[in-house]
């Protein structure tokens, strides 16, 4: 049986079983995309929730996995070497993973540096700029009510992303045409969260970006992401 005592975090939230990957987090847009590709690769797993209503991820044991205080987090048993290993940063823990299996990427290095770089694109503008829109536009609107700046600025990066997402996937079944990757992984909660978690469906006018339409409903029709976009499940 792995020992995960050097993981502080286990403490707090106790491996039932050290042997398979442990997973630190909550459905939101983030989080969700590793519970997804751990459903599509068919590893076991054993998921923690992190409440945001208590500030779990704020705490001394999550802090000392996630030093930034965010989901998602797991810690690998079975790491390189055979050894455990702790990550954090979404696009990270999904490189690991598809690296770890060889699924989820391609195998030539042209393809992975491919995908990698549209994995890129997500963590560096699709999901802090809906983040932002969502922001302004939903929890902050109190806040900026006398100012339409933040929401128009955020609303018109998000829709200029939306539009470079649009091209890449007229006439592509997935970001990387027939094969469905990380890269789809890491996005596709994002496009659907600014709609459910922020209402922004008709502001973002989703109606001018069909191919990205068509493409999310693909993505959350496959059996793993039905499952891990509830994972871990939220208090009743």
Known sequence: MADLSAFPITSRWPAENPDIIQLYSLPTPNGVKISI??????LPYEAHLISFG???QKSPEFVSLNPNGRIPAVIDPNGPDGKPIGLFESGAILLYLAEKTGKLIPADAAGRYETIQWVFFQMAGIGPMLGQFGHFHKFAADKVANNSYPVERYRDEGKRLLGILE?????RQ????????????TTFPWIRGADVFYGGREILEYAKFPAVMDWLERCIARPAS????NIPARPA
């Open 174 to 185: 997935w970001i990387m045409g027939d094969l469905y990757t990380i890269a789809d992984i």
């Open 167 to 171: 091209e890449r996937l007229k006439g």
């Open 37 to 42: 590709a751990l459903e599509e690769l068919g």
């Open 226 to 229: 039905e499952k891990g976009l």
């Open 54 to 56: 208590t500030n779990d």
